[in-house]
């Protein structure tokens, strides 16, 4: 449980940890909250009550809301983005398989040592691909400048 003390400081407490009967059906989840809300006599002073978006969670708060109408249901904005971004990334759950897979493939001792040795051959080769990379860039951003600097001298 969250609230906000006299000073408006975000307080938590965990009042209890019960069990919920299966099924995790609406009435048996709002059943089992409004038991612990009365043990503690926080029924008429709790306003909202915070879960994930499972329509069990949602009607179980609903159907409180019947009983007590003060209780309100919000939905958890972790879980809210949660699920916007799973969604979001269903597009390329192939691609995330399929480099899992590589990643297994190389974890393994004898391709791991393999992926290793290769590494160390090629080092050469990149270092000498890394400076010519950085030295076509030095030079383009210098000649873009030069090329920037006679642009405004005539087109002024």
């Not at 699920?83 to 004898?110: E, M, Q, T, Y």
């Not at 920037?148 to 002024?156: E, G, H, K, S, V």
Request: charged share 20%; aromatic share 12%.
């Amino acid at each position: 449980m969250f609230f906000l003390d006299k000073n408006f400081a975000i307080q938590e407490v965990v009042l209890t940890i019960e069990y919920v009967k299966y099924p995790h059906t609406a009435q048996n989840i709002s059943d089992a909250l409004l038991v612990i809300l009365d043990q503690w006599e926080l029924r008429e002073k709790v306003y909202i009550i915070t879960t994930d978006n499972g329509a069990n969670m949602k009607k179980a708060i609903k159907d409180m809301n019947e009983v007590s109408s003060n209780i309100k249901w919000q939905p958890c904005a972790a879980h809210t983005l949660q699920l916007v971004i799973g969604k979001g990334l269903n597009p390329i759950k192939l691609l995330v398989l399929r480099a899992k897979r590589l990643i297994d493939f190389f974890l393994r001792p004898k391709q791991s040592e393999r992926l290793e040795n290769i590494q160390k051959r090629s080092q050469n080769e990149v270092d000498v691909v890394r400076n010519i990379i950085y030295n076509l860039l030095y030079l383009l951003f210098n000649y873009l400048n030069y090329f920037y600097i006679f642009n405004n001298f005539y087109n002024n």
